[in-house]
């Protein structure tokens, strides 16, 4: 697995994953916004030091056209991406 946020919108690799379209529906705007937030994503992971070959995020478009980003790993990056989580939810004083 690799590839933070390698989709673009050029007719060719963007994942637009409405199903069935509904006219009036702007899934291109939601794209845009998922596009946005998985390159926010990405950077913050990578500022954690997470290693970049143990996820993938892509950015697409629900049935809606609401933004969705989707995050793939590899089972030691989601226990990665998990101990992270802890850290930040002790730090926060929201540790259980």
């Known amino acids: 697995m690799s590839g933070l946020g390698d989709d673009r919108f050029d007719g060719e690799a963007a ?3 409405a199903g069935i379209w509904v006219r009036g529906v702007d899934y291109v705007s939601g794209w845009r916004d998922a596009r946005e937030a998985t390159a926010e994503l990405g950077d913050a992971l990578r500022l954690v030091g997470m290693e970049t070959a143990e996820l993938r995020l892509r950015a697409a478009s629900g049935a809606d056209g609401s933004g969705v980003v989707r995050l793939e790993l590899s089972a030691a990056g989601a226990r990665e991406v998990a101990m992270l989580a802890r850290v930040a939810a002790a730090r926060l ?4």
């Open 15 to 17: 994942d637009l994953d």
């Open 93 to 96: 004083g929201r540790a259980s």
